[in-house]
């Protein structure tokens, strides 16, 4: 079956703009990740959803940074007023349930460049 | 909070050989899972292999083992028969029964397989 999928492959945008960055995670999972993996470093987690609603978003770093989920699969983070410490890529990740015992798929990840 | 340290930025061996990555952690949860993904060039993160905490057994995945040390904290990882394909980043991750619902990874090894 599919794996998860995140578009777009790379963003390229200047400081100050908007973007969005999207999620599909394997169909019929329940817990969907992001989290923020900048260069030379691992992943450190910005938020979890479990279905619907964000269960845990301790990890986003400034009111800037937002996601959701609306349906329950596919989740879109979205960063205001980019800054050059945004770029970094950002890596999806989904499990079937949630939970320490559930292994978490990742996606491909967006690399997002801030000019 | 739990930390995960890997102490080897970068390792370097010959095809063929056995090579083994660094890990420990820091937690005071006693129920948990242990995880090495690798991270080929192609960026997506691929579980390589698990444990969990109450396990004794040293969990193995084909040329893949762990020796894992929960006194210590202590949870490597050993490839055997190395393999070109080998080559990639290799992240050491921790997820706890409690608390926060989120992997929490170590700083990655580069690990290069040489012909």
């Known amino acids: 079956g599919a794996g998860v999928s995140q578009t777009p492959s790379n963003k390229v945008t200047e400081k100050g703009k908007y973007v969005e960055l999207r999620c599909d995670p394997i169909?019929?999972?329940?817990?969907l990740y992001w989290y923020r993996q900048s260069l030379g470093q691992g992943p450190e987690f910005l938020i979890y959803f479990q279905g619907t609603g964000a269960a845990d978003d301790s990890g986003l770093p400034n009111d800037r940074f937002f996601a959701v989920r609306p349906e329950g699969s596919v989740s879109t983070l979205k960063i205001q007023r980019t800054e050059r410490g945004d770029s970094a890529v950002y890596l999806c990740?989904?499990?079937?349930?949630?939970?320490?015992?559930?292994?978490?798929?990742f996606g491909p990840g967006t690399r997002l460049t801030v000019l | 909070a739990q930390t995960v340290t890997q102490s080897q930025p970068e390792m370097s061996v010959q095809e063929a050989e056995t090579v083994t990555l660094s890990c420990t952690y820091d937690?005071?949860?006693?129920?948990?899972?242990l995880f090495w993904y690798k991270q080929p060039p192609s960026r997506q993160m691929i579980l390589v292999i698990r444990?969990?905490?109450?396990?004794?057994q040293n969990a193995t995945e084909n040329r893949f083992s762990v020796n894992f040390q929960k006194a210590a904290k202590s949870f490597s990882l050993k490839i055997s028969d190395s393999q070109l394909g080998d080559t990639a980043m290799y992240f050491c991750?921790?997820?706890?029964?409690?608390?926060?619902?989120?992997?929490?990874f170590g700083q990655g090894t580069r690990l290069t397989i040489n012909p």
């Open positions: 444990q969990e905490a109450y396990k004794q």
């Open positions: 990740a989904s499990s079937t349930v949630g939970g320490f015992t559930d292994t978490q798929y």
């Open positions: 169909s019929g999972h329940t817990a």
């Open positions: 937690t005071s949860e006693n129920n948990y899972y």
């Open positions: 991750a921790f997820f706890a029964a409690q608390g926060a619902q989120k992997l929490v």
